[in-house]
């Protein structure tokens, strides 16, 4: 059993920085790969950015290339996802998830966070 607690939402200018944390309970935070997903009001939700359990695998949407990076501390149980040049199209709800990226299953879901970037 792993729960999730992201923080570091709020409300920054286009352009601005964020970065988000994703702290987990639980001694199994090791060994599961992790995704930050977001959802927008009346869109789907979509994975943003993952990585493995070693951090030797890393994905990206398009939409985030270049401008988000995903990281983790497995010692301090924490995923980290630092979000540059931020756009308003970037507003979401941003949750952090644990599971298999390889088979597309994510079984442990934190609450979620706010992020708003003002025009």
């Known amino acids: 059993q792993v729960q999730l607690v992201e923080s570091g939402g709020g409300l920054v200018q286009s352009g601005g920085s964020l970065r988000l944390s994703c702290a987990a309970s639980?001694?199994?935070?090791?060994?599961?790969?992790m995704g930050w997903f977001r959802q927008a009001p009346g869109k789907e939700r979509e994975l943003v950015a993952a990585?493995?359990?070693?951090?030797?695998?890393?994905y990206y949407a398009d939409s985030v290339k270049g401008r988000f990076t995903i990281s983790r501390a497995n010692a301090k149980y924490t995923v980290y996802l630092q979000m540059n040049s931020l756009k308003p199209e970037d507003t979401a709800v941003y949750y952090c998830?644990?599971?298999?990226?390889?088979?597309?299953?994510?079984?442990?879901w934190g609450q979620g966070t706010q992020v708003t970037v003002s025009s």
């Open positions: 639980g001694r199994t935070f090791s060994i599961y790969d």
């Open positions: 998830a644990a599971g298999n990226y390889g088979l597309g299953s994510y079984n442990y």
């Open positions: 990585i493995s359990w070693s951090a030797n695998s890393l």
